[in-house]
């Protein structure tokens, strides 16, 4: 019995298709290298995965022969090889491609992953097996899905230096992270190492935000603190700042993140510079943005 | 007047030249012919008697807020200071930024410290935070205060209450009357009886309260004190916290101790000068002590009761500060939590199972945890205030601090300025 051939135009459109949204499927890959949390670019790179893996679905059910063909080839074992070698070092991601993964971005996908959906946002930060931490975001009242506020995630070293940039907002109207940002830049530039190894600009000890992580000395490490920047950008109220303080000598598995104040410029000795207030009446809906932010760190 | 003066000054100048001029300091005194070592023994001794309702001992952080409102409030006053200022750690020790005055956004100490805080700052030309502000650190909010300003106002300040200061005296002996106590104070060439309805022992270490016989607590190891010193830049009073030298084994508790505190904090520092090459810009006169004794209350405040912001039934001032426990290897301190804002209950000013006798500083009732918050100078203040109200309310109506109804201790607070715990339902 003479089993039906699909028909050539068929076959010649799923084929396209299938090369199309590998070029998309390509492209919105390497801009995800640069653009790590973009919701657009990230949103692209995994819905078009669907359409690629449907259509191989129908380009293999279309070329069956020729895929049996394959089987009896040795190019189809050396493929399967190389492919599965890169599959497994790009999953377990051994230091160097650690390294490569670091320079996406601010930090790499390898250590982060950044979620939002209608109930919040999760940030997950791995920067170790053994040390995995997730910050779950619950959206408040507030919260515009459609028109989400800008977000930043930071942590700081007990002189209230910001040591490390989990998240890095888009765009501007962040202006306590920026300053906290800005003073690190500048502590970097005067320093002139690099980023992970300054130290000494301050007497509040290393910049190195693996000192404060995961210390080599537990015994002697200083706490640090969390911190988020929320603003809402079409409300003319203030962003506003919550935290919570990091302590690896008493290490808790979950902790709240806790309101801090609203972030206000003043000058110093003619120097911009931005402290938090506690909050006042002048802060409203802003109040709405957050419901509530728990903190897990799984130490293994 | 200015002849006055001008002819005690030639009186000076002569007497001066005259014993130059002679062979010895006995063949001036006995050439003046009207004043021999018997005659000045007699005119310092002649047992100075005082009757008073309050006695106040040190006049250190609560001593001098403890007489001011004791004074305030009608009370007949007498503060004996075993050293030559007011001020205590504030002055003496060097430590010119007396703790926080606020906590969460709001000032939660204030009275009559806060009002000397102000105005030496005001008058110093100094700046004092704004509470609104979310301090970084936990001492940021701090207020610097010029020690040398603040010394004299709180001087100023005793005498316009009427408080009598008798300054480089201690108690050597005290006892019980009917009406309260009998105490004998020494000082160089001064022996005072004094009759006192009422003590407030503020020495720091409840000195008093020692020689009493009432239970004190103490550590097997106490924290290290602090000699406060400047090198190579000159001290700016009012503006900078002086550089610091540990001094392990600093010990309040008497001259002896005191004295071995001192000179191992100034060999400390003449070892870094030597070290660092540096010039020697200030040195305080006295280390700064952190802890001896304790008082066993009528309550003790626990470390949980300190973090968790307890407000005490009985509760007369607010305190506010970390855990702040010194050691060998430094300090951690560990910062209360959100809106925590400890309190002092009367009954941890009070020794268990006292009358007439009551305690402000950090001396107070409390655990070693918690006594490491609450010893910090703001908070010795609000319970100088509060034990000062309470022991002149009991003086006047012949009464022991415990038994004054609260209300009237907290009413006499506000009318001077304090910030009085409310208890939340």
């Not at chain 1, 989990?166 to 306590?176: A, D, I, K, V």
């Not at chain 2, 050597?172 to 006192?196: H, L, N, P, Y």
């Not at chain 2, 001396?363 to 703001?378: E, K, M, P, T, Y």
Request: hydrophobic share 40%; proline share 5%; glycine share 10%.
């Amino acid at each position: 019995m003479r089993k039906t051939e699909p028909s050539g135009l068929r076959r010649r459109t799923t084929s396209l298709l299938t090369a199309l949204s590998f070029v998309v499927l390509a492209v919105s890959g390497v801009l995800a290298f640069f653009l790590p949390f973009s919701i657009e670019v990230v949103g692209l790179h995994a819905l078009m995965g669907f359409v690629f893996v449907g259509l191989i679905g129908i380009h293999l059910f279309n070329n069956v022969r020729a895929m049996k063909g394959y089987l009896r080839s040795r190019a189809l074992w050396v493929s399967l090889a190389i492919t599965s070698a890169f599959g497994l070092l790009f999953y377990f991601q051994p230091a160097p491609i650690k390294s490569l993964l670091g320079l996406s971005g601010n930090f790499g996908p390898a250590m982060e992953r950044f979620e939002m959906s209608e109930d919040g946002m999760v940030f997950q930060y791995a920067p170790a097996a053994e040390y995995r931490m997730e910050l779950r975001v619950k959206t408040g009242s507030a919260y515009d899905l459609q028109n989400p506020p800008q977000v930043a995630i930071w942590l700081e070293n007990q002189g209230a230096y910001h040591i490390k940039t989990l998240l890095t907002p888009e765009g501007e109207g962040l202006p306590y992270w920026e300053f906290k940002h800005a003073g690190w830049e500048r502590a970097k530039a005067e320093a002139g190492k690099e980023p992970d190894a300054v130290s000494g600009p301050t007497p509040n000890g290393s910049f190195d935000p693996a000192d404060y992580i995961l210390p080599a000395d537990a015994e002697n490490s200083t706490p640090y603190k969390l911190l988020i920047e929320i603003n809402q950008a079409d409300n003319d109220q203030s962003s506003l700042v919550y935290a919570v303080e990091i302590d690896n000598l008493d290490p808790s598995t979950y902790q709240l993140l806790e309101l801090v104040g609203y972030p206000k410029r003043e000058d110093e000795d003619g120097k911009e510079a931005w402290s938090l207030f506690y909050v006042d009446a002048s802060v409203g809906s802003a109040l709405e943005l957050i419901d509530s932010a728990l903190l897990m760190i799984d130490r293994r | 007047m200015m002849n006055e003066q001008t002819d005690r000054r030639n009186f000076l100048q002569k007497s001066l030249l005259g014993t130059t001029g002679l062979t010895g300091i006995g063949a001036s005194i006995t050439s003046t012919g009207s004043v021999t070592a018997e005659t000045v023994s007699q005119a310092a001794e002649g047992e100075i008697r005082d009757e008073v309702d309050v006695l106040v001992v040190g006049g250190g952080t609560a001593g001098h807020v403890a007489a001011i409102q004791a004074g305030r409030n009608g009370a007949k006053t007498l503060l004996v200071e075993r050293g030559a200022q007011l001020g205590g750690m504030t002055t003496t020790g060097g430590v010119s930024f007396p703790g926080l005055f606020d906590a969460w956004g709001k000032q939660v100490i204030a009275g009559i410290g806060w009002e000397l805080v102000k105005e030496a700052v005001e008058l110093d030309g100094g700046k004092l935070p704004n509470f609104a502000k979310v301090p970084q650190r936990h001492w940021m909010n701090q207020v610097y205060v010029n020690q040398f300003l603040y010394a004299i106002l709180a001087e100023e300040k005793c005498e316009q209450a009427g408080v009598t200061i008798a300054y480089h005296e201690f108690p050597a002996s005290v006892e019980k009357t009917m009406g309260g106590w009998q105490v004998d104070c020494v000082g160089f060439g001064t022996r005072r009886r004094v009759i006192c309805k009422q003590i407030i022992d503020c020495t720091g270490g409840a000195e008093v309260v020692g020689m009493m016989g009432f239970s004190r607590l103490r550590e097997e190891e106490t924290q290290p004190g602090s000699m406060l010193f400047q090198l190579g830049e000159a001290n700016n009073p009012g503006r900078h916290q002086l550089h610091r030298l540990y001094v392990h084994g600093a010990d309040s508790s008497n001259s002896r101790t005191v004295t071995k505190a001192n000179m191992t904090g100034r060999k400390s520092v003449l070892a870094k000068l030597r070290k660092e090459k540096k010039r020697l810009m200030h040195l305080q006169p006295e280390a700064g002590f952190r802890e001896s004794y304790r008082i066993e209350g009528e309550t003790i405040i626990t470390v949980n009761d300190y973090t968790s912001g307890r407000v005490f039934e009985d509760a007369v001032s607010n305190a506010f500060y970390p855990v702040d426990l010194h050691t060998k290897n430094g300090v951690k301190p560990k910062p209360l939590k959100r809106g925590k804002v400890p309190t002092i209950p009367l009954r941890a000013l009070v020794p268990k199972g006292s009358e007439n006798v009551i305690v402000a500083g950090r001396c107070v009732s409390s655990d070693r945890l918690a006594n490491s918050g609450l010893r910090v100078q703001a908070s010795c203040m609000g319970m100088g205030q509060a034990a000062g109200a309470a022991a002149s309310l009991a003086a006047k109506k012949q009464t022991t601090p415990l038994k004054v109804p609260l209300a009237e201790i907290h009413a006499l607070l506000k009318e001077h300025g304090a910030i009085v715990p409310v208890k939340r339902s």
